[in-house]
């Protein structure tokens, strides 16, 4: 709730100097840059922004959809930095990991995200570990000493990396199976018993398992990653007061900046600063909207949601990060 308090005061300190400009940025059509395929979390929370923001917006233009999926959302936040247009007519619910990634392999992407103006902040999406309630172990403790045999996606994936950072760090006996197609894969192979948990998004939970995530069903949760406690799952620990070192921690608190930016909202680099004020104004307005906020309940999208400010101030402690914290992550962030 207080998020959602930040954003109502930063839309009425925005709405004065955003209004003088209005007349001057109307648009017919402005194209959202979705760093993914059609369907999935992201074109949900898509398909719900645009039809709030066209409202918000001068001139009321038309949000045209641009599925750009590739490379972990790399395609996407290059084509923004190098290609897109900087007069407002583009903006991009950026790839949670654009930040992280930059600095885990710098030679393999051709944006800054630093250069990348801040909007708003729709949601960050807390993740979470899952076991079944017949799993070998079903808490830290048990974990260190029997064996839980863990779905993933890829090695890269931080459902692969998180468990195997808690195998060096704390000496847990998780065992990895890579090469899942995706989420709900690895949930079918958790209810046959082919694996006996997973990380996720609490999102992907909540819409594809809600008795999971309500504490009932086959699985339970055992902690959450992400900057705080998500309000649906209040008593559950953060990855991140689990850990048993400083740099344990630190690692964690990294890998988890990108549950924190979550679906945040960005325009390109250069874009007038007239511009991005309305733009700004826009988006605080609609996540100040109570038809919004219904209609994110009714999709069963959190609304932890932060202004402009708040979402600069997670790419700039993400750059401030420790070179010895990220060659640790990046050791195990290894897709080879």
């Known amino acids: 709730m207080k998020s959602i308090c930040r954003v109502i005061i930063a839309a009425t300190c925005l709405v004065g100097a955003a209004a003088a400009q209005a007349n001057e940025f109307e648009l017919r059509s402005v194209h959202l840059v979705i760093p993914a395929g059609p369907g999935g979390a992201f074109g949900t929370f898509a398909q719900v922004l645009s039809k709030f923001l066209t409202k918000q917006l001068p001139g009321n233009p038309t949000i045209i959809p641009q599925y750009m999926s590739g490379a972990g959302g790399i395609r996407a936040s290059n084509y923004m930095a190098n290609t897109a247009p900087s007069d407002g007519s583009v903006l991009y619910l950026m790839h949670e990991s654009a930040v992280t990634y930059q600095l885990l392999y710098p030679d393999r992407v051709a944006y800054d995200a630093r250069k990348f103006i801040p909007l708003g902040t729709v949601s960050s999406l807390n993740s979470v570990l899952l076991v079944r309630h017949d799993a070998p172990a079903t808490e830290l403790a ?126 390109p680099p250069g874009t007038p600063e007239d511009r991005v004020k309305v733009l700004q104004s826009a988006v605080a307005a609609v996540l100040s909207d109570p038809e919004f906020q219904a209609s994110c309940i009714e999709q069963k999208i959190p609304l932890i949601s932060g202004t402009p400010s708040d979402l600069q101030a997670t790419i700039d402690r993400a750059f401030a990060t420790s070179q010895d914290v990220i060659a640790t992550a990046r050791q195990y962030m290894s897709d080879k």
Do not use: C
């Open 142 to 267: 048990g974990f260190k000493l029997k064996q839980d045999i863990l779905g993933s996606t890829g090695r890269g994936s931080y459902q692969f990396v998180v468990p195997t950072l808690m195998n060096k760090f704390q000496g847990t006996k998780f065992t990895l199976i890579p090469g899942f197609a995706g989420t709900n894969d690895i949930i079918l192979a958790l209810e046959r018993g082919e694996v006996h948990g997973m990380l996720a998004s609490l999102l992907a939970i909540q819409t594809l398992r809600p008795d999971w995530a309500g504490g009932e069903g086959i699985a339970k949760i055992v902690f959450q990653m992400g900057d705080r406690a998500d309000p649906a799952i209040p008593s559950i620990p953060l990855l991140t007061t689990l850990a048993t070192s400083e740099k344990e921690r630190a690692v964690y608190a990294f890998l988890s900046l990108e549950r924190t930016l979550g679906r945040s909202l960005v325009a």
